[in-house]
């Protein structure tokens, strides 16, 4: 059984993670496999990228059997198994969509909120597992989650370890849509396929400005604006969207 499948549907890579019987719990393949399906991802005929998780479960962060069997130096495999890809998904210049169809726990948690947008089951719980077993966020979850809910709830949150409900959930800014579990993976396709339609260039070069936003002065923003703006207008897809306008007609972006 591969830990994580990837398929693709036009422009739009998803990518499953399936260990379905632990919640798709983080073991070391799971790691090397995500790493590999991200690398796919960069493909340039690979314009939107969805992540979820395979049975009743999006993921539950570290598999705790294997915390338990071989602990080793966590910090080191932080840096060598979660960071690379909480990194790549950061650094993919076109947008990743989690579809969040069960608990995200813990590392899983973190996950989810590296990517640029969630979409959540109605059956969908949120968990910061972590303080639970006595431990701190990591994987990027103090930074993701800081950013989506701001520094005192998101303190407040995850020292409580409290369960989290998709319609909490979206009430808080962390999801952007709820969805009834059965229509989670249709409307999943539905956004997907309309952001891969979008030009891709223009998209990943907006995620790259958001992500410098809250260490840039407005002076250094102003500047990387100008510098991406000026990247933009040299695309195909800029001349099509304008040659589109011009013409009346709806553009035909390629993600050139
Ligand atoms: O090592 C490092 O590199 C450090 C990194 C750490 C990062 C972290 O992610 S630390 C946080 C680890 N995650 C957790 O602590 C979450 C533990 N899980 C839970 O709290 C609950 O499972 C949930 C609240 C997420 C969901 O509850 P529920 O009732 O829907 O499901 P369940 O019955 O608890 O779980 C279903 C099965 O998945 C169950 O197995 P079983 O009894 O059917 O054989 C359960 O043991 C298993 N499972 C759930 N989470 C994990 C897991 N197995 C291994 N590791 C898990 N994290």
């Known amino acids: 059984m591969a830990e994580v499948e990837t398929s693709r549907d036009s422009g739009v890579l998803t990518i499953t993670l399936n260990r379905p019987d632990v919640l798709n719990a983080f073991n070391r393949a799971m790691h090397d496999a995500l790493a590999a399906a991200l690398k796919e991802a960069k493909d340039a005929e690979v314009r939107a990228v969805v992540v979820t998780g395979a049975g009743r479960g999006f993921c539950v962060g570290q598999d705790l059997t294997e915390f338990r069997e071989a602990p080793g130096d966590i910090a080191d495999r932080l840096r060598s198994s979660y960071h690379p890809n909480v990194a790549a998904v950061r650094a993919l210049e076109k947008p990743v969509l989690a579809a969040v169809n069960g608990p995200a726990a813990g590392a899983g948690l973190s996950f989810a909120c590296a990517c640029d947008i969630r979409i959540a089951a109605d059956n969908a719980t949120f968990v910061p597992a972590f303080v639970n077993i006595g431990l701190v966020p990591d994987s990027g979850g103090t930074f993701f989650i800081a950013r989506l809910l701001g520094p005192a709830r998101a303190f407040e949150w995850m020292t409580s370890g409290r369960r989290l409900t998709a319609a909490e959930a979206h009430a808080w800014g962390l999801v952007s849509d709820v969805v009834e579990a059965d229509r989670l993976a249709e409307r999943t396709a539905e956004l997907a396929a309309s952001l891969a339609a979008m030009p891709t260039r223009a998209v990943g070069m907006t995620k790259r400005l958001f992500d410098r936003v809250s260490d840039h002065t407005v002076e250094e923003q102003l500047e990387l604006e100008a510098q991406l703006q000026?990247?933009?207008?040299?695309?195909?897809?800029?001349?099509?969207?304008?040659?589109?306008?011009?013409?009346?007609?709806?553009?035909?972006?390629?993600?050139?």
């Not at 000026?230 to 050139?256: I, W, Y």
């Open 230 to 256: 000026s990247a933009a207008t040299q695309t195909e897809d800029f001349r099509e969207g304008v040659a589109a306008f011009l013409e009346k007609r709806e553009p035909k972006f390629t993600g050139n």
